[in-house]
């Protein structure tokens, strides 16, 4: 079964500092897409980023980076410089393509507060 | 512009009262999904369509039934036997099934028990 652990609950930062969000997951399959996704007050999923399994390049996108780590299986989201809009929760997620209908299998979510 | 729709916003249900949950996409989109997110949870699936005419259930069917009878429609029916329905409701789409492609999200809807 797969399986998606976000262990920070939550995270309170002062705008301007840097923040990573972990990301760990557990699948047997050797070939899965891992996803980011945030979600603000409002509650619609906003995507962020998608990786499959055989691209371990890490990605920067603005103040957004990921490190893509498949021998500690994480997929770790860093902010740089967070500012107050970056306030939501965040969810990391896995698809698998054998039998699972494609769906995807979410974590707990980590609420980011980015204060003043 | 073209996104994917969900009404009403809010929702309120009686006690043994059905209740049926909008989504619409016009991303032409072949495959569709339902989830279920509770507070301080991850988001749960209910249901999916990789084609009209066909569903499969998810990880939490029970009390829930759908149905997927035009390729840009998708509304969720919560039953009666749903004994604790209150939750936000999120419809997502993806270009089509087998593959990785990204899902995309829906405004939500709040469904509360009166």
């Known amino acids: 079964a797969q399986k998606v652990t976000q262990a920070q609950t939550e995270i309170s930062v002062v705008e301007k500092e840097d923040v990573t969000l972990d990301c760990v997951y557990e699948?047997?399959?050797?070939?899965?897409?891992l996803f980011w996704y945030k979600q603000p007050p409002s509650g619609e999923l906003v995507f962020l980023i998608r990786?499959?399994?055989?691209?371990?390049q890490n990605e920067i996108s603005g103040r957004y980076s990921w490190n893509f780590q498949k021998s500690t299986s994480s997929f770790n989201f860093t902010i740089t410089a967070s500012q107050v809009v970056d306030s939501a929760v965040y969810f990391c997620?896995?698809?698998?393509?054998?039998?699972?209908?494609?769906?995807?299998?979410f974590g707990t979510g980590t609420q980011l507060k980015v204060e003043l | 512009d073209g996104g994917i729709t969900q009404s009403p916003k809010y929702l309120f249900r009686k006690e043994g009262q059905n209740v049926t949950l909008s989504c619409e996409q016009n991303?032409?989109?072949?495959?569709m999904y339902w989830y279920r997110q509770d507070p301080g949870q991850g988001l749960r699936l209910i249901y999916y369509?990789?084609?009209?005419?066909?569903?499969q259930k998810g990880d939490i069917a029970e009390g829930y039934s759908v149905s997927r009878e035009k390729k840009e429609s998708f509304p969720l029916t919560v039953t009666s036997a749903q004994k604790n329905p209150t939750a936000f409701y999120l419809c997502?789409?993806?270009?089509?099934?087998?593959?990785?492609?990204?899902?995309?999200f829906g405004p939500g809807t709040r469904l509360l028990v009166l």
């Open positions: 997620a896995l698809r698998i393509l054998t039998g699972g209908g494609n769906k995807l299998t």
């Open positions: 699948t047997r399959d050797t070939t899965y897409y």
């Open positions: 990786r499959n399994s055989f691209d371990e």
């Open positions: 991303l032409n989109h072949d495959a």
């Open positions: 369509s990789q084609i009209v005419n066909d569903f």
């Open positions: 997502a789409s993806n270009v089509r099934a087998g593959g990785g492609e990204t899902q995309y």
